[in-house]
């Protein structure tokens, strides 16, 4: 029996030994990385830096149009963030853009939400509130590859 667990016992060092390494080989590093504060006070303007880490072009989604989640009991819900004025006609925002391997791409958030409702008269008006602390992250959608869209997330948290 003992020499069965030692004729066996090379060939399994040896096979976790590779296989630890084909773990270290698959770990995919993400060629989009998002600069944001940790934290930030909810009288702060957040900005948000997005950096392509390749050699490559990549393609931004939407970029101007900013999507933030807030985590509320366990889910990720979307920030009411206008990008046009209430009832006005709106030029569409950039759908794509390319984001070249040497340049950067910001954006800025105030750290309000902001809706549309009708009034007494029916007339659209923008409702603007200040976001309360909590769990924060931004939704990067980007393309590394034609039509395959790809989304990244970095979390942060808003303060008192």
Known sequence: MMRFILLILP?????????????????IESPINIIIPEKISFNEILNVEIQNTTNDTL???NPVIKTIEKMIDGNWVLQKIRYCPCGADCQQAIPRMELFNTKNFSIEW???ESWCVKNENGIL???????????????????????????IYKEFEITD
């Open 59 to 61: 393609i931004l989604i």
């Open 125 to 151: 008006e923008k409702k603007i509130s200040k976001v309360t602390p909590g769990i924060y992250r931004v939704v990067i959608k980007y393309e590394k590859e034609k039509y395959q869209t790809q989304i």
């Open 11 to 27: 060939f399994m060092l040896l096979l976790s030994c590779k296989s630890g390494k084909e773990i270290t080989n698959n770990v």
């Open 110 to 112: 105030n750290l309000k």
